[in-house]
Each structure stands twice: as structure tokens, then as C-alpha cells.
């Protein structure tokens, strides 16, 4: 990072971020740079000098909408406003984008961001092409002391970034590029500081963070420090002043027993772990290239299952895979069952470019996606009605979250991750832990009082 603020501190930028948690936290960062390099942050397009898009392409219609939103605002471009597309779109698109959108200044992917301030240097040069697209295959993470969190007290931090996995069906490998870790050094470093600055809830974020590796770390680091990902986890769990710690996503084929043992041993890691199956037959898991197969899925179930605590487990699924059969589907359906999932986020298939599944044969017609995906909600509802009315009659603790004005609630969130709406005699602050009794359930949320 430079120095002083080198630019005029009058200029302003607008961000907005479209997909996943990585993105948000991307951004989180970016606005740290940017107000770094003496920019400041307005809320809309029109006050904006510069107006930067933090893009997802995971599936296709994140993309559709990047550019149904830059041509919005093509017509600012006569006012002399700066636009940029960061994230994966950028990554994917290149400098295709230039043609595609020609008001467009700047394209940037996610394993650039750490060359923003030399990027913003040009645009400010009137540079109308400025890019940072080749660093996928660098071995460096985005640090910065510099994050702008907007929560004050569950905040984000990345240990992975990239992924070597290739899925048949995934963007991420070309858009996020290698595999790279941060040290556990540096990432404890800044647990602790969140913790001195009042947060209590961490949540470790990375496209796989079970295959975490902690690098040699910087000069007078002992080399027998070394943190696997249980022990990091862990680590960050007994960080005074945090009170719970949460991390996504999970891959089944790194995803060690160590993990369940880290949980059963350090209180504040949640009782939840999100682990993406994407299908509940081993044949289609195969054609994914997901390097498990379904009774090596139900291993790690069981190991969470037999921990000591109740582990809430979530998972993702894309329906219609090319070459899914009935009976494919019918195997995810049937695992669904079996596992007994307390969320379940599914897709229909989108082919992507650049991955191996797009030249697949077999594709199966959107009706038909569509259909798949209807039952499997459908049915994923049904578990979860009667899962979440198990809860009624307990006490969670919560952590507040918002005020629900409109119905005199408060929304809190559980340590299984699930959203529990409650009364309260007053209002309690965002960030304050309660416990609240159960006293009715959803398919998707629980209802409850306070207990006083
Ligand atoms: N089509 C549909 N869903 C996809 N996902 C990733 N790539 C695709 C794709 N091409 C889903 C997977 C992944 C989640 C983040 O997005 O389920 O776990
Ligand atoms: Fe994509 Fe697979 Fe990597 Fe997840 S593990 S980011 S699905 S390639």
C-alpha cells in the first residue's frame, strides 16, 4: 500500500457488489483502498466520479445483469463519470468488455485488486484502458490494513482465495485464479484486531477453505507455527472478545475430521457447517469431477452428526447437470432425506464459459431444470418444516441483528446459522447476545420471546 493519499481528495466513487460473500468482502476492501487513495464513498451513480461494478459470473444471469446495469447507465458517460467492472465478469470478459460497453475505463479481476492504487493512478491520467487481468497465477493475497467493513460486528476474513479444484461446471478456477493462502499470522493478526475494535463474530471465508495452507511465514515466524485449517479455525476461536466463528465454503474431499474435533472442542465455532454436495449421485458427481463420491459425502455427514453438539448442516445443489438421469435426480432427492439438511441452496445448471461441462452432451431443456428444481424445494421445505419444529420449546442464544419495525420484532440470528424473530419488552442493539425461548416455527425462519 502507498503512502499518503496522493489524489485529490474531492473525487468520489459509487460501488456496487453483485454475488457471493467473497464479493462483499472484495469490496469491503476495495472502499478501504479506494478512501485510502483519498477518494470518498457516495450512495448513488449520479454523485459518483467513479462508478465501479464488483461483479459474479457463477451463473448466468449474475452477468446479464452487470450489463443490463452499465447500459442503465451509459448516458453518464457525457458527464465525464469513470466506470469501472471489477470481479469475475471482468476476469472472464477481458477486454472484451471495452467493445461490448466502450465507456468503460477500467477492468479489473479479483486477483488484481492489490495493483488498485497503481490502476487508479492512470485512470486519473486519463487512461481509457486500464486493466488488471494477468495475475491469476500469482501467489499473492489482497492484504490490506485497509477494510471498509459495514458491519460493526460480524466481520469477514479471507484465508483462501482462488481454487485449484476445477469442477466441470465452475467459473471460479478461471475467474478467481490459483489457489493461494494467507499465513496464519496475519490472519490471527487481524482477529485480534477486529476483536479490539468490538467485533464478536468472525466468519473465515475462502472458495475452499478446507484446503487452506498456511505459507512460511514472514521473517522471525518460527516454521513450526504452521496452522492446518482445524487448528486456524480453532486459533480464531479462542480470540478474546469473540464469541463465535463461522466459515464457508467447505469442500467435501478436504473437509477433515479434525474439523468436527475443532468444533467439539472451542465453544464459540458455530454449531453449522454449509457443505455443498451439488448432487446425490455418485455418477453425476463423477461427470462434475468433484473428486467424491456419495458415500464419502455421507462419511463427513456422519462425522457431524456424531459430534457433540447438534451441527447444523446446509448444502448447495445445481439440478439438470448435463446427462442427470431421473434416477440421478431421484439419488439427490433421496440424500435430501437421508442427511436431513436445515438449508439447501439449488440451482439449475448454467453452462459457463470455459468450463469442461459446457461442450457436455445431454444437455437437459430448462422446463425440465426448471421442474427438477421445483420438487426438490418442494420437498427440501418439507424437511425443513419439520426440523424447525424441533427447535419449539428450546432456548438459543442469539445474536441481534436488526429491528423489524413494521412488527415490533426483533431479528436475531442463531449459532445454526437460522434467523429467529423474536418480542422483546425493549429493543435490544444490533450486535447484543439474548437468549430466546422458541415458541413457533417456519419453514425458513423460528419465532420466539425473550427470556428474562
Ligand atoms: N450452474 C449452476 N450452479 C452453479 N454453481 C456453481 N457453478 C454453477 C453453474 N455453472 C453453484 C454451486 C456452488 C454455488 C456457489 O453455485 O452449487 O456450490
Ligand atoms: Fe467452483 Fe468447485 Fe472450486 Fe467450488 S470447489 S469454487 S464449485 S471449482
Redesign the pocket.
Known amino acids: 500500500m502507498s503512502g499518503a493519499p496522493q489524489h485529490d481528495a474531492q473525487k468520489t466513487f459509487y460501488l456496487e457488489t453483485f454475488g457471493?460473500q467473497m464479493n462483499a468482502h472484495d469490496s469491503e476492501k476495495v472502499v478501504g483502498t479506494l478512501v485510502q487513495e483519498g477518494y470518498r464513498q457516495v450512495g448513488t451513480v449520479e454523485q459518483a466520479d467513479l462508478v465501479l461494478y464488483n461483479t459474479c459470473s457463477?451463473?448466468d444471469k449474475a452477468e446479464q445483469k452487470v450489463f443490463n446495469r452499465l447500459s442503465d447507465y451509459k448516458k453518464y458517460k457525457k458527464q465525464g463519470k469513470t466506470f469501472g467492472v471489477l470481479g469475475c465478469v471482468a476476469q472472464q470478459e477481458g477486454e472484451k468488455i471495452f467493445e461490448r460497453t466502450p465507456y468503460v475505463s477500467l477492468v479489473c479481476g479479483s486477483a488484481s485488486y492489490r495493483n488498485l492504487p497503481n490502476m487508479l493512478i492512470q485512470i486519473e491520467a486519463g487512461n481509457q484502458r486500464v486493466t488488471g487481468l494477468d495475475d491469476r497465477k500469482t501467489d499473492e493475497c489482497f492484504e490490506t490494513e485497509f477494510t471498509a467493513r459495514t458491519n460493526p460486528h460480524r466481520g469477514y476474513i479471507t484465508i483462501i482465495e482462488g481454487c485449484d479444484k476445477f469442477?466441470a461446471?465452475?467459473?471460479?478456477p478461471y475467474t478467481r485464479g490459483k489457489e493461494r493462502s494467507r499465513t496464519s499470522e496475519s490472519v490471527l493478526a487481524e482477529a485480534h484486531q477486529m476483536a479490539d475494535l468490538g467485533y464478536t463474530e468472525i466468519q473465515l471465508l475462502g472458495q475452499n477453505v478446507n484446503s487452506y495452507k498456511d505459507p512460511e511465514g514472514k521473517s522471525g515466524f518460527p516454521k513450526n507455527s504452521k496452522k492446518t485449517f482445524a487448528e486456524l479455525l480453532a486459533a480464531v476461536g479462542e480470540v478474546p472478545g469473540i464469541r463465535r466463528v463461522r466459515f464457508t465454503?467447505s469442500h467435501p474431499r478436504d473437509f477433515g475430521r479434525d474439523i468436527v474435533d475443532a468444533i467439539d472442542a472451542v465453544p464459540t465455532l458455530c454449531d453449522h457447517v454449509h457443505l455443498?454436495v451439488?448432487s446425490g449421485s455418485t455418477r453425476v458427481l463423477d461427470a462434475m469431477q468433484r473428486l467424491y463420491n456419495r458415500d464419502q459425502y455421507l462419511e463427513r455427514i456422519t462425522w457431524m452428526r456424531s459430534a457433540k453438539r447438534e451441527i447444523s448442516i446446509t448444502t448447495?445443489?445445481?439440478v439438470g447437470f448435463p446427462g442427470e438421469t431421473e434416477s440421478d435426480f431421484a439419488a439427490t432427492l433421496d440424500l435430501l432425506d437421508e442427511v436431513g439438511y436445515d438449508a439447501v441452496?439449488a440451482?439449475?445448471?448454467?453452462?459457463?464459459p470455459n468450463?469442461p461441462?459446457l461442450s457436455m452432451e445431454d444437455a437437459i431443456p430448462d422446463a425440465e431444470k426448471a421442474r427438477r428444481l421445483e420438487v426438490l424445494m418442494s420437498k427440501q421445505r418439507d424437511i425443513q418444516t419439520t426440523r424447525y419444529k424441533k427447535y419449539i420449546g428450546t432456548i438459543c442464544e442469539v445474536m441481534v441483528e436488526a429491528k423489524n419495525e413494521a412488527r415490533s420484532q426483533l431479528i436475531g440470528r442463531t449459532t445454526h446459522n437460522k434467523t429467529l424473530n423474536f418480542t422483546a419488552p425493549e429493543a435490544l442493539q444490533p450486535g447484543t447476545y439474548a437468549p430466546v425461548r422458541v415458541t413457533g416455527s417456519f419453514p425458513n425462519s423460528l419465532l420466539g420471546e425473550l427470556v428474562i
Open positions: 457471493c457463477i451463473r469442477c461446471y465452475c467459473v471460479v465454503t455443498p451439488q448447495d445443489v445445481i441452496f440451482f439449475k445448471y448454467s453452462p459457463r468450463t461441462s
